[in-house]
């Protein structure tokens, strides 16, 4: 008798974890292994560096323009940033002002991602102060390799 | 089978399942475990360098943030010319009237009356300019005499704008709410045109109080 309970108490405990993994394993998933978190540290630093030297340089003030944000220039701001990173890198450049999200063609969107089959994707966040109104530089970032 | 080897299988399973749990983050910046908290410290960075740009910027774009606003007129030509900065009424325009070029240079000015509504008058010549108005603790020039002669504006008005002193704290605090407990606020205004503001970072990875400029 002692046996059969400790037998049922162990196939419960294997079903809690079975249940519990089951849940959790349905997050979207980004990350397989430590190595790949690793990564995406590494992709998000780059996406940081790339938007700050785009602004220290002078591109930024450049393009986005300081009073009506619609009226930026959204092409030229895409391909510095896209040329400032290897082919081998897919990006999505998000920006965000006054709670308001735009895509990367100026067009008015809903914030984040919003691209399926892109779970892994880094998120690098800059602030341009440049303007009288602040806007934040979204750029996702993920391997095509 | 044994006692023993069920208690084997089960410590297996459990070992399984947390590194399988472990290996398995959630999309873009949040982690769907409590293991992978995303690092904050770049977020931190962030947010240090916006102050700092915003201060290196404010240098060249506004004259001294203790004047609140400011009008910007385009002017064609060269010569003594009269503007009217639309200053609201009773304002008090012969203290607190001043004119800046394009590099933020004060340029000597007279007024057409003591309160508003006043029109500016200054020597210029084709380039863009800023009258700044509203700072309640100014005091005349040397350079201001009495009131001049009210003549026709010259000058087109571009634009009205406030100071920018308190937009940026909340685009920080909207940035991070989720992510750190976060507070910033203008602590004072120093040079004239640069700002301290006082900042409240705290993440699981990075702690910070205290002044960023």
Redesign the interface.
């Known amino acids: 008798m002692v046996?059969k309970k400790?037998?049922f108490y162990?196939i419960e405990?294997?079903f809690i974890?079975?249940l519990?993994?089951t849940v959790?394993?349905s997050?979207?998933?980004?990350?397989?292994?430590?190595v790949r978190?690793t990564e995406q540290?590494n992709l998000?630093?780059i996406g940081?560096t790339t938007l700050?030297n785009l602004?220290e340089s002078g591109i930024f003030s450049k393009y986005i323009d300081s009073?009506t944000f619609t009226n930026s220039n959204f092409t030229a701001i895409n391909t510095y940033v896209k040329q400032g990173l290897p082919s081998t890198i897919g990006t999505k450049i998000q920006y965000?002002l006054?709670?308001n999200c735009y895509s990367e063609s100026g067009a008015s969107e809903n914030c984040?991602?919003n691209i399926t089959g892109n779970?892994?994707?880094?998120?690098?966040?800059?602030?341009?102060?440049?303007r009288?109104?602040?806007v934040?530089i979204r750029l996702?970032s993920w391997r095509l390799l | 089978?044994k006692?023993g080897q069920?208690?084997l299988?089960?410590v297996i399973?459990?070992a399984i399942?947390f590194s399988?749990?472990f290996?398995?983050?959630?999309?873009?910046?949040t982690s769907?475990?409590i293991f992978?908290e995303p690092?904050s410290r770049?977020?931190f960075?962030?947010?240090q360098?916006?102050?700092t740009?915003?201060n290196s910027?404010l240098d060249s774009?506004w004259f001294d943030l203790n004047w609140q606003n400011r009008s910007t007129f385009l002017i064609s030509g060269s010569g003594v010319i009269q503007v009217d900065p639309q200053i609201p009424a009773g304002k008090d325009c012969f203290n607190e009237v001043r004119v800046a070029d394009s590099g933020n240079n004060e340029i000597p000015s007279d007024v057409t009356a003591m309160t508003a509504p006043c029109n500016v008058e200054f020597a210029a010549s084709s380039g863009t300019y800023q009258i700044y108005w509203n700072n309640p603790s100014a005091t005349a020039p040397l350079y201001r005499g009495p009131p001049v002669p009210l003549v026709a504006p010259t000058g087109a008005l571009i634009?009205k704008?406030g100071t920018?002193t308190n937009?940026?704290c909340p685009?920080?605090i909207?940035?991070y709410k989720g992510l750190a407990d976060i507070n910033c606020a203008v602590q004072n205004i120093y040079s004239n045109n640069q700002i301290n503001y006082s900042v409240q970072f705290r993440s699981l990875d990075v702690s910070f109080e205290g002044s960023l400029n």
Not at chain 1, 119 to 130: G, H, P, R
Not at chain 2, 23 to 29: G, K, L, M, P
């Open positions: 046996n400790g037998y162990f405990i294997i974890v079975i519990m993994a959790i394993l997050f979207p998933r980004a990350e397989t292994s430590h978190l540290s998000k630093a940081f700050k602004d009073y965000e006054i709670s984040g991602l779970q892994d994707a880094t998120l690098s966040e800059y602030i341009f102060s440049k009288p109104v602040p934040t996702f | 089978m006692k069920f208690m299988i089960a399973l459990v399942s399988i749990i290996t398995y983050v959630r999309s873009a910046d769907a475990v992978f690092n770049a977020d960075i962030n947010l360098n916006s102050v740009t915003r910027w774009y634009r704008e920018p937009l940026l685009h920080i909207n940035a």
